[in-house]
C-alpha cells in the first residue's frame, strides 16, 4: 500500500491550497484518514482526520480554515486549506488505516508535501 500526496506549495497568507492523497495497492477498505504536518525540530501534529463515516476532527489551530473529505470509492482524501497563515508552514503529511488484508490493519503515512505560506 502506497500513499502519493499532493498539492503543496508557495501561498501568501490568505490565499488557499488544496492538498489531494491517494491510496493504492491492495487495499480491502480504508479507516481513519488524515492529514498531520510537521516543522522541522518538532513533533508531527494532527491537522484533520476523517472516518470511514465522514466524521471528521480539527486541531483547533485549523478550525474553521480547513476542510477534510474523502472519496471512498477512489480511496483519496482531500484538504482544502483556506485563508493561510505563515504557521501554517510545514510539512503536511496524509495517513490511513488500511485493511491490506481482510484481517489485517496497518497504519500508512504517505511523504511529505511541502505548504509554504508567505507573509
Known amino acids: 500500500v502506497q500513499l502519493q500526496a499532493s498539492g503543496g506549495g508557495l501561498v501568501q497568507a490568505g490565499g488557499s491550497l488544496r492538498l489531494s492523497c491517494a491510496a493504492s495497492?491492495?487495499?480491502?477498505?480504508?479507516?481513519?484518514m488524515g492529514w498531520y504536518r510537521q516543522a522541522p525540530g518538532k513533533r508531527r501534529e494532527l491537522v484533520a482526520t476523517?472516518?470511514?463515516?465522514?466524521?471528521?476532527h480539527y486541531a483547533d489551530s485549523v478550525q474553521g480554515r480547513f476542510t477534510i473529505s474523502r472519496d471512498n470509492a477512489k480511496n483519496t482524501v482531500v484538504l482544502q486549506m483556506n485563508s493561510l497563515k505563515p504557521e501554517d508552514t510545514d510539512v503536511y503529511y496524509c495517513?490511513?488505516?488500511?485493511?491490506?488484508?481482510?484481517?489485517?490493519?496497518?497504519?500508512?503515512w504517505g511523504q511529505g508535501t511541502l505548504v509554504t505560506v508567505s507573509s
Open positions: 495497492g491492495t487495499i480491502f477498505g480504508i479507516y481513519t
Open positions: 495517513n490511513a488505516d488500511v485493511l491490506s488484508t481482510p484481517f489485517r490493519e496497518q497504519n500508512y
Open positions: 476523517v472516518s470511514r463515516g465522514g466524521t471528521t
